[in-house]
């Protein structure tokens, strides 16, 4: 019987379900709503093929980060609704104009998030922008390869995870372009669609779309926000303004639990090319723009360098070659996986007490965030200062 990733480690990807050729795996969600392949042991046959191909049981090659820049899209409306740089949409364009097709995550009408192939521009907009929460390339992959058998070239953008599910099930293919995104963790959908069910009773209307970060308040301002069927803002709240999702995904309180044991966060990537926010911009090498709406771009690949040489050749992004060390010491998450906190510890307790309640137990995890910092306040408060307030407290009772 073969042997699949343990659950801590599992990134739901998929290869082992698609690849089985007895098609007896399949991924089903827990009580909590995290997906996991299971396999129907009366049709397995003990090919094993699943363990070959899984990024996890069989890892994938990891290759080292050949130059960095700091970069952004010279088209200022797609740079503006973009999450960072705008250097996804770049790629996305350039591939489509030159013939290949492009694949990206896109939401859907349910709140999931799959992956999509797409041949036209008019295609690319649901690709934009951040999708903070698990997505799916199960479906994309049957799609992969038939476009590969006819010799079709393609960019894939997707989560490290993802990117190396398709290099084990794909190899290597001089049309394939595969593009990494650095990535913090993967939420459950279920605890999306919980929260907007939420926000939508509490609101008294119904959201026809949603945004992590919305262009309307400013994409490096991590807005959790959702329109109305009017495209009308309804909600937009940040961590900081009490958002229950967005203190989950920014705190890493709410991810998977393989994201916390993550192989591939680290400054080796699986990919040609990865993208991400610039974090420690001008931290090494003094800079004359603004670190905000930047994008590190890292290459791998030959192929990878000369996919960016032709965007900056043709003037579509502008690209300054930056030390690697500075992106990589200026982004924890190209060093290692998300830690583990306190917090992530209560949320394991409650969302599991609670039977895959989200806002039940992230209220409870904010509840108990509060209390800690409270508790800690009191701590660092001078002695000095704790015994004066004690004494005009006895003052005023002795009055």
């Known amino acids: 019987m073969p042997s699949l990733a343990l659950r801590q480690d599992c990134t739901g990807c998929g290869a082992c379900a698609y690849r089985c050729p007895k098609h007896c795996i399949h991924m089903e969600a827990d009580k909590i709503g995290v997906a996991y392949p299971r396999i129907d042991d009366s049709a397995c046959v003990d090919c094993c093929v699943c363990e070959k191909v899984c990024p996890i049981i069989t890892p994938s090659l990891l290759m080292e980060t050949r130059k960095c820049y700091a970069a952004w899209n010279n088209d200022k409306d797609e740079r503006s609704t973009s999450a960072s740089g705008g250097i996804a949409i770049a790629i996305y364009q350039e591939?489509?104009?030159?013939?290949?097709?492009?694949?990206?995550?896109?939401?859907?009408?349910?709140?999931?998030?799959?992956?999509?192939?797409?041949?036209t521009p008019q295609e690319l907009t649901p690709l934009k922008n951040s999708k903070y929460t698990f997505s799916s390339a199960l479906e994309v992959y049957p799609r992969i390869q038939e476009l590969l058998k006819v010799g079709k070239s393609i960019v894939m953008v997707g989560l490290p995870c993802q990117i190396a599910a398709v290099r084990s099930l794909f190899g290597e293919h001089t049309s394939l372009f595969l593009i990494d995104?650095?990535?913090?963790?993967?939420?459950?959908?279920?605890y999306l669609q919980q929260h907007i069910q939420s926000l939508e009773k509490m609101i008294g209307e119904k959201a026809n779309r949603m945004s992590f970060r919305s262009p309307e308040k400013g994409t490096e301002n991590y807005f959790f926000t959702l329109y109305n069927n009017r495209d009308e803002i309804i909600y937009a709240k940040r961590s900081i303004d009490g958002d229950s999702y967005n203190i989950g995904f920014h705190r890493a309180i709410s991810y998977r639990e393989n994201c916390y044991h993550c192989r591939f966060a680290c400054p080796e990537r699986v990919s040609d090319i990865t993208l991400g926010d610039y974090h420690g911009l001008g931290k090494e090498k003094p800079c004359s723009y603004s670190e905000k709406k930047v994008s590190t771009i890292l290459i791998h690949t030959n192929k990878g360098q000369?996919?960016?040489?032709?965007?900056?050749?043709?003037?579509?992004?502008?690209?300054?070659?930056?030390?690697?060390?500075?992106?990589?010491?200026?982004?924890?998450?190209?060093?290692?996986?998300?830690?583990?906190?306190?917090?992530?510890?209560?949320?394991?307790?409650?969302?599991?007490?609670?039977?895959?309640?989200?806002?039940?137990?992230?209220?409870?995890?904010?509840?108990?965030?509060?209390?800690?910092?409270?508790?800690?306040?009191?701590?660092?408060?001078?002695?000095?200062?704790?015994?004066?307030?004690?004494?005009?407290?006895?003052?005023?009772?002795?009055?």
């Not at 290949?100 to 041949?119: E, L, R």
């Open 181 to 190: 995104i650095v990535c913090h963790g993967s939420t459950p959908t279920l």
């Open 95 to 119: 591939a489509l104009i030159n013939g290949m097709v492009a694949i990206g995550a896109s939401q859907n009408a349910d709140w999931t998030v799959t992956h999509k192939v797409v041949k």
């Open 306 to 399: 000369q996919l960016v040489d032709s965007l900056i050749t043709k003037g579509i992004i502008f690209a300054e070659e930056r030390p690697i060390s500075e992106s990589v010491n200026g982004d924890a998450q190209l060093r290692r996986p998300s830690p583990k906190t306190a917090s992530r510890y209560d949320f394991e307790k409650y969302i599991s007490n609670y039977q895959g309640d989200f806002e039940r137990a992230m209220g409870r995890v904010i509840n108990m965030n509060r209390y800690r910092e409270n508790r800690q306040r009191i701590k660092e408060t001078p002695q000095r200062l704790i015994r004066k307030i004690m004494n005009l407290i006895r003052l005023d009772y002795i009055k």
